[in-house]
């Protein structure tokens, strides 16, 4: 792992290497867990299909296709900040998707660390009315996915070590390329909850500090490494899962069928994503070329 002095002079770095806009025909890797990854979206990115569940509705898809990148997408759902850096079982680190003609990463990572989405899995499933939802009743069959890890401040201060090390990671493998960390849209609604998300006051309380909390760590990361922050937590405020355009989903499959992953964003979420990636790409003079 890399020390703290190095990330500090790798970070004197990212300036410049922000800076740059990848054109096209450039390598973009894309990294992290299931919110980068894009379940039940759109097809299957991966032929044949892979356990890691990536969509060709994610934002990494939608973002390569716009602008002509060639894609790496090594996203993959239940991935934690140890699964980036290191091999998964039969996975290798997605790290390793780096090279050093990459021009663009983002990166979406640190919810499962610190059981953001099981937590969210486990107080709609405990909650009233919970065994009418076709999740909550399977998920004896699912319990070791759907149970939250013991959550301490060791679990987050193995995150943020995760977080800066995939940071640093990405300087050194990737001198030139533009690093954008992407963190999780919003679920929750500000005050309450709604049938989609059927959670107690006190799940409702735990699950919005977490998301918080996550925030701000993703925040403190990209920062102190020079990357680009993507706050998707605040562009989606009012596109929660109780919204009317939601862009995320809640524990109820939503009208028409189709796939459905509980508390993951829709493809209207994929799409902000990428808009909101595109935007800060576009640098006066050394603009991205569309198709």
Not at 15 to 34: F, I, K, L, Q, T
Not at 103 to 111: D, S, W
Not at 242 to 248: D, E, G, L, N, R
């Amino acid at each position: 792992m890399i020390g703290r002095a190095a990330v500090a002079a790798l970070a004197l770095v990212a300036g410049a290497a922000s800076a740059r806009s990848p054109a096209a025909g450039s390598h973009y890797v894309a990294m992290g867990s299931s919110y980068a990854a894009g379940p039940g979206i759109a097809q299957s990115a991966d032929a044949p299909p892979t356990r890691c569940t990536r969509s060709t509705g994610n934002y990494a898809h939608q973002l390569a296709a716009r602008y002509r990148l060639r894609l790496t997408d090594v996203s993959c759902g239940g991935a934690t900040t140890a699964h980036l850096l290191g091999p998964w079982n039969e996975l290798p680190p997605q790290i390793d998707a780096l090279r050093p003609d990459t021009a663009l990463v983002t990166v979406t990572i640190g919810g499962n660390d610190v059981g953001f989405v099981a937590g969210l899995f486990k107080g709609s499933c405990e909650g009233e009315g919970a065994s009418a939802t076709p999740f909550c009743r399977g998920m004896a069959q699912r319990a070791a996915s759907v149970t939250p890890p013991a959550i301490d401040a060791t679990a987050w201060q193995r995150a943020e070590a995760g977080l800066t090390a995939i940071a640093a990671a990405v300087r050194v493998r990737s001198p030139k390329a533009r690093l954008v960390f992407v963190d999780y849209l919003t679920v929750l609604p500000s005050r309450g909850g709604c049938s989609a998300v059927p959670l107690s006051p006190a799940a409702l309380r735990q699950s919005r500090e977490t998301a918080a909390r996550l925030v701000r760590l993703t925040a403190k990361v990209a920062a102190r490494s020079g990357a680009t922050l993507i706050r998707a937590s605040k562009l989606s405020v009012q596109h929660n899962a109780c919204a009317t355009q939601p862009w995320t989903t809640g524990i109820m499959a939503p009208p028409g069928g189709g796939a459905f992953v509980p508390y993951h964003p829709n493809l209207a979420g994929m799409t902000a994503i990428a808009d909101a990636i595109a935007t800060r790409l576009e640098v006066p003079g050394r603009p991205l070329h569309p198709k």
